[in-house]
């Protein structure tokens, strides 16, 4: 059972415009949630983060969104640039693993995202 | 962020044989945690390794397959034993941050012929 799913295989965006790459997910107990890009022949690179007490997080050009009530967030790139292009994993915990402080993800299945020049 | 690094970063192993890879990370760190991601599917969590203690395992996989060590508090190594194609991977490192990020090394692709 995929708790984390991601339901676009891929997308495209022409340079300078919005992507936005959605990930759903099943358990409610989910609080804390990543996204990572990830080039071919390279580990993710962690990109930006929330947790559910929050409903919206910015990074520069990246943001995330959080809707718990539709167990649903996105990632918003924008302007995408041709760099952008990679394959982009949501990952999702429930909070920290066995009063350790560690929190351990799963992932979802990824969207590759292509920005044409 | 924590800097890790992993070695070997690809190899060609033929069957029935074992690999180890080892994880560095650049900062102490109380948890570390081994993925592997099969073709074209998404990253799945083999084992996470607590410095001093066994590591705990995923469903799906077992200690005798995937033995982790966990010497210190920047290091660990997985290896993969008794090696079939199913294997074929990329076996991926990671730590925790700060907070509750999390960052990857750059992976070990492992082809098993």
């Known amino acids: 059972d995929q708790q984390v799913k991601q339901n676009s295989p891929s997308l495209s965006v022409q340079e300078g415009r919005i992507s936005i790459l959605n990930c759903d997910y099943t358990?409610?107990?989910?609080?804390?949630f990543l996204w990572y890009k990830k080039y071919p022949a390279e580990g993710p690179t962690f990109l930006i983060s929330?947790?559910?007490?929050?409903d919206k997080n910015e990074d520069g050009r990246f943001t995330v969104f959080l809707n718990k009530s539709a167990k649903h967030l996105s990632l918003h790139i924008v302007p995408s640039q041709p760099g952008d292009s990679a394959v982009y994993f949501c990952a999702a915990s429930e909070g920290p693993w066995r009063g350790s402080g560690t929190y351990k993800y799963i992932f979802g299945t990824g969207t590759r995202l292509k920005v044409l020049a | 962020s924590a800097v890790i690094s992993q070695k070997p970063s690809r190899d060609i192993c033929q069957r029935g044989t074992s690999l180890t890879i080892q994880c560095q990370v650049d900062s102490q760190v109380t948890m570390m945690f081994w993925y592997r991601q099969q073709p074209g599917q998404s990253l799945t969590l083999i084992a996470t390794a607590n410095q001093g203690s066994e590591a705990t395992y995923e469903s799906g996989f077992v200690i005798d397959k995937f033995p982790i060590s966990r010497p210190n508090l920047t290091f660990s190594t997985l290896t993969v034993s008794n090696m079939s194609p199913e294997d074929s991977s990329i076996y991926l490192c990671?730590?925790?941050?700060?907070?509750?990020?999390?960052?990857f090394g750059p992976g070990t692709r492992l082809t098993v012929t």
């Open positions: 358990n409610s107990m989910f609080d804390y």
């Open positions: 990671s730590a925790s941050g700060d907070y509750y990020e999390q960052y």
């Open positions: 929330i947790s559910s007490i929050k």
